[in-house]
């Protein structure tokens, strides 16, 4: 059975900082991985996705991800930070037969 | 890109009544819609897969006869939560996926919040 493993439920960051998001998962076939964002009262917007290939994979909105299959992770990133960052952000996995199980969610604060 | 629409956003409802709650893939044909739920400050749960022309699959710990799922087009799918209780208030979002022989993503919809009083 696949799980996903988000380290921190709330991360505070300082505007114009760096930011990392954790994810870990445990799968015991090829996965595919994904990161979503929710802003309040919304729904689901797909940030980036890991399929195959090379394992640093872009995003949108300046966010970016390595997938290290050793260590089963599949960590956010961003350089620098803005307010319009702050939302809660879902990692999630997903195998073959297309379900896609998430993780409990990071809630990133953006401090002024 | 590819737009999923559900209806509607927010509905309100006493409890005993039912609840039809719509997901509609605007540009694209969904072969497959899934259904979740997600309680205040916690991560989505899915509910149930649903395949245009038959019945859905729905995972454990899921009533079918309570959440009722019909896919009788490729373009929507409806959720009806039946003789809805204060417990089912929760926000109910949609994904639509076009199908196909390789990996297919699944596009959200912006999610629709039952209140049951």
């Known amino acids: 059975a696949q799980s996903v493993t988000q380290l921190d439920s709330q991360v505070p960051v300082f505007e114009e900082a760096p930011v990392e998001l954790r994810c870990n998962y445990s799968?015991?076939?090829?996965?595919?991985l994904f990161w979503y964002v929710q802003y309040p009262n919304q729904g689901l917007q797909l940030l980036l996705k890991?399929?195959?290939?090379?394992?640093l994979v872009k995003g949108i909105n300046g966010f970016e991800a390595e997938f290290n299959k050793s260590q089963t992770s599949f960590h956010l990133r961003k350089p620098s930070v803005h307010i319009s960052d702050t939302a809660e952000y879902f990692c999630?996995?997903?195998?073959?037969?297309?379900?896609?199980?998430f993780g409990k969610g990071t809630r990133l604060h953006i401090l002024p | 890109g590819a737009v999923v629409s559900q209806h509607p956003s927010r509905v309100i409802c006493k409890s005993g009544t039912s609840v039809k709650i719509e997901c509609r893939s605007l540009d694209f044909q969904a072969t497959t819609m899934f259904w979740y739920r997600q309680f205040p400050k916690q991560s989505l749960m899915l509910m149930a897969t649903?395949?245009?022309?038959?019945?859905?699959?729905?995972e454990q710990g899921v009533e079918k006869d309570k959440f009722l799922i019909n896919h009788a087009s490729l373009t929507l799918s409806t959720l009806t939560v039946t003789s809805a209780h204060p417990e089912d208030s929760s926000f109910y979002i949609c994904?639509?996926?076009?199908?196909?022989?390789?990996?297919?993503?699944?596009?959200f919809g912006p999610g629709t919040r039952l209140t049951v009083l």
């Open positions: 649903s395949n245009e022309g038959s019945k859905a699959t729905y």
């Open positions: 999630a996995v997903s195998d073959l037969d297309d379900k896609i199980i």
């Open positions: 994904s639509a996926q076009s199908g196909g022989v390789s990996y297919n993503e699944q596009f």
């Open positions: 799968s015991s076939v090829s996965v595919y």
């Open positions: 890991y399929l195959s290939g090379s394992t």
